[in-house]
């Protein structure tokens, strides 16, 4: 298993029918977890690559309507 972070700034804070679509996205194969913090408005996504593609997980969110405004790279 190849675990990566993916983390994501948003362009508005999530509303709870947001949430309720990342809890829904959390079930998909591969997904290990996802963070939200409020203070930076980023949205962090822990996921198996050996699994699950990046392009796939933009993909669901994009599905989801989450606010995303860009991918921020890593640190």
Wanted: hydrophobic fraction near 40%; glycine fraction near 2%.
């Amino acid at each position: 298993m190849t675990f990566m972070t993916v983390t994501y700034e948003l362009q508005d804070k999530l509303k709870p029918e947001q949430f309720r679509a990342l809890g829904r996205f959390a079930n998909t194969y591969g997904l290990q977890k996802f963070r939200f913090d409020e203070t930076t408005n980023h949205l962090h996504l822990d996921y198996d690559a050996s699994r699950l593609r990046e392009n796939v997980v933009e993909h669901v969110l994009r599905e989801a309507r989450i606010p995303v405004l860009r991918r921020v790279p890593a640190a």
